[in-house]
């Protein structure tokens, strides 16, 4: 079992970055595709970037050439970093763990993130 705990969360205006952090524990980080998914208010959760043991990538089409997903295993920590940020993008964010071996999922609490003038 992994636990995620996310921080770097907050209001920016339109234009500006974040980057967001997730911090693993309790499982080996190397076992476990991460992704950081968004749900914004009234809608479903929706993936917006994934990275797999290997580096390999995807992203949601709203994100590409914005975001950029990347992963520490030494210290089992997935970051997202944001640019050029939207209103639309204004949603509660949630790192995921899912099992290599098992395909089981794991969350975290979720950050919120605004992007406001």
């Known amino acids: 079992q992994v636990q995620l705990v996310e921080s770097g969360g907050g209001l920016v205006q339109p234009g500006g970055s974040l980057r967001l952090s997730c911090a693993a524990s309790?499982?080996?980080?190397?076992?476990?595709?991460m992704g950081w998914y968004r749900q914004a208010p009234g809608k479903q959760r929706d993936l917006v970037a994934r990275i797999r043991r290997g580096d390999q990538t995807n992203y949601a089409d709203p994100v590409k050439g914005r975001f950029t997903i990347s992963r520490d295993n030494a210290n089992n920590t997935v970051y997202l970093q944001m640019n050029w940020l939207k209103p639309e993008d204004t949603a509660v964010y949630y790192c995921?763990?899912?099992?290599?071996?098992?395909?089981?999922?794991?969350w975290g609490q979720g950050t919120q993130v605004t992007v406001s003038s």
């Open positions: 995921n763990a899912q099992s290599i071996l098992t395909s089981k999922n794991y």
């Open positions: 309790g499982s080996i980080f190397s076992h476990y595709t």
